[in-house]
C-alpha cells in the first residue's frame, strides 16, 4: 500500500512540468498571449456591438494597454458574473476586467486591485409603469423586483427588500424581459448598465435611489497567491493612473460621475 502511495505521488509529481508550476506571468510570456475575461453586455466598460461585433469600453482600452506593457497578444474570454468565480479559479483567464464590484463573497475566492470606479443601485421601470414614481415605491407589498443571478444585486436587496418579493433571474437579459414584459417592477443595475438601457431602448425608465443606497466599489479581479502577477498589474495600474491614461479612459466612456477620486 505505502509503495503503491509512493509510486502515486511520484507520478503526480512527474506530471507538474514547469509549465504547471509556473506563475501567470510566466506563462502569458511563455505563450505571448494575455487572456482578459470580460462580460460583454457591459455598457462602457466591456460592451460588444451586437451590430459591429467590435468591443469597446474603458476595460477594454486598460486590456489592451496591459497587454501593450506586457509585450503580448490581447484575447479576450466571454465570462459573466455567475461564472466569474469558476473562470478565474479554472484559469480560463489571467484576469478579469468588467468592472468586478469588490463583495465579501468575492473577495473569499478572488484577488482584487485597487478600486478605480464605484457605484451605486439604480432601478430601471418602463415608462409605462404607473406603480413606480420614485425609489420609495419599489420595497412594497406586491411589487417584484428583478436582479441577476451571480451579481453583487443579489445578495444586496436579498438582505435590503422587506415587502416587495425577489425575482433572481438567470441572466442579465432575463432581468430586462421580466421589467419589459410586466412580470416584474424594476430590476436593479449600476451606473454604467443604466446608461446602457437609456441610451439603446426607448422604454426604460431610470429610478435613482434620493442618497446613497449601497456604494459598490470596482476593480480588477485574479487568483490569489500569485504574488509577481499581481504586484505586476498594480505596477501597471499605478502608472495609467500617474500618467493619465486611466482618468482619460474613463471620461472617454462617459463614466467620470463613478470615478474614484
Known amino acids: 500500500m505505502q509503495r503503491n502511495t509512493l509510486l502515486g505521488l511520484a507520478l503526480a509529481a512527474s506530471l507538474l512540468t514547469p509549465a504547471a508550476l509556473a506563475g501567470h506571468l510566466e506563462k502569458i510570456k511563455a505563450s ?9 453586455d457591459y455598457y462602457g ?5 451586437p451590430k459591429t461585433l467590435q468591443l469597446s469600453g474603458i476595460d477594454i482600452d486598460m486590456a489592451n494597454a496591459l497587454g501593450q506593457n506586457l509585450a503580448v497578444a490581447v484575447k479576450f474570454v466571454d465570462s459573466s458574473f455567475a461564472t466569474l468565480i469558476s473562470d478565474i479559479e479554472q484559469d480560463k483567464c489571467d484576469i478579469a476586467m468588467f468592472a468586478i464590484g469588490i463583495t465579501p463573497q468575492r473577495m473569499e475566492k478572488l484577488r482584487f486591485t485597487r478600486p478605480h470606479l464605484s457605484s451605486d443601485i439604480y432601478a430601471i421601470t418602463t415608462k409605462s409603469n404607473r406603480r413606480i414614481k420614485n425609489w420609495a415605491d419599489i420595497d412594497k407589498p406586491g411589487m417584484v423586483v428583478a436582479v441577476a443571478k451571480g451579481t453583487l444585486h443579489e445578495p444586496v436587496m436579498r438582505e435590503k427588500l422587506k415587502q416587495a418579493t425577489l ?6 437579459q432575463g432581468r430586462e424581459q421580466e421589467v419589459e414584459s410586466g412580470r416584474a417592477d424594476v430590476f436593479m443595475t449600476d451606473y454604467p448598465f443604466s446608461r446602457r438601457m437609456l441610451e439603446t431602448t426607448d422604454w426604460a425608465r431610470l429610478v435613482p435611489p434620493p442618497a446613497t443606497y449601497h456604494l459598490t466599489h470596482y476593480a480588477y479581479a485574479m487568483q490569489k497567491g500569485d504574488d509577481a502577477w499581481y504586484n505586476r498589474v498594480t505596477s501597471f495600474l499605478d ?17 467620470d460621475p463613478i470615478a474614484e477620486r
Do not use: F, M, Q
Not at 425575482?167 to 442579465?172: G, H, K
Open 239 to 255: 502608472s495609467v493612473k500617474t500618467d493619465g491614461r486611466l482618468l482619460a479612459a474613463i471620461k472617454r466612456h462617459k463614466l
Open 45 to 49: 466598460i466591456s460592451y460588444r456591438n
Open 167 to 172: 425575482l433572481v433571474t438567470a441572466t442579465p
Open 32 to 40: 505571448n498571449e494575455l487572456k482578459v475575461c470580460i462580460w460583454p
